[in-house]
T-cell receptor
């Protein structure tokens, strides 16, 4: 039982390059999320998927796109990377009420440290 | 939308002392308030959570209190130990059908000195 798996762990991109961050969970969770973490700013929501087949914008969606490939996988794509997208990216998943009685917290992946030069 | 403020940004205590971190939220409809601990270079991990039908919840040395009228909630750590040193995040969300979209505070760096 791996929980939430993110790849890659580290990445350096040049301005304008594109890349996809992968995320997969094996907990049968319905909901998945992408956050970015920057010093002094906490965790900010980029995009989320409440359930398979749906995706919605979060607080900071500009410059990103997402795909909920199936119930397990939720990917984040940077089409044209910019230095402002240098950050640590976390994927997370959560259960719906009734899926896991009493436990609704997020399970986070180990993060992707992205540097755009 | 929801906005969560967290204080203090840094907190230094001596081993054995108590530590208190406070958060306020703006959306009175929010009903789920978790706390996460993040050690250096690691992922955030849930340590305790509280729902709005409960005023206080304890788990060994940690406790969370919620004041819905004032829209604030706090994390209390007693008998602190060096391994409690980490960044702590509060969060708030509305959870009705089970889906939750957490809004996080900006974090508190707790340093426990031996």
């Amino acid at each position: 039982n791996a929980g939430v798996t993110q790849t890659p762990k580290f990445q350096v991109l040049k301005t304008g390059q594109s890349m996809t961050l992968q995320c997969a969970q094996d907990m049968n969770h319905n909901s998945m999320y992408w956050y970015r973490q920057d010093p002094g700013m906490g965790l900010r929501l980029i995009y989320y998927s409440a359930s398979e087949g749906t995706t919605d914008k979060g607080e900071v969606p500009n410059g990103y796109n997402v795909s909920r490939l199936n119930k397990r996988e939720f990917s984040l794509r940077l089409e044209s990377a910019a230095p402002s997208q240098t950050s640590v990216y976390f994927c997370a998943s959560s259960a719906r009420m009734g899926q896991a009685a009493g436990d609704y917290g997020y399970t986070f992946g180990s993060g992707t440290r992205l540097t755009v030069v | 939308g929801e906005n969560v403020e967290q204080h203090p940004s840094t907190l230094s205590v001596q081993e054995g002392d108590s530590a208190v971190i406070k958060c306020t939220y703006s959306d009175s409809a929010s009903n789920y308030f978790p706390w996460y601990k993040q050690e250096l270079g690691k992922r955030p991990q849930l340590i305790i959570d509280i729902r709005s039908n409960v005023g206080e919840k304890k788990d060994q040395r940690i406790a969370v209190t919620l004041n819905k009228t004032a829209k604030h909630f706090s994390l209390h750590i007693t008998e602190t130990q060096p391994e409690d040193s980490a960044v702590y995040f509060c969060a708030a969300s509305l959870m009705n059908t089970g889906f939750q979209k957490l809004v996080f505070g900006t974090g508190t760096r707790l340093l426990v000195s031996p």
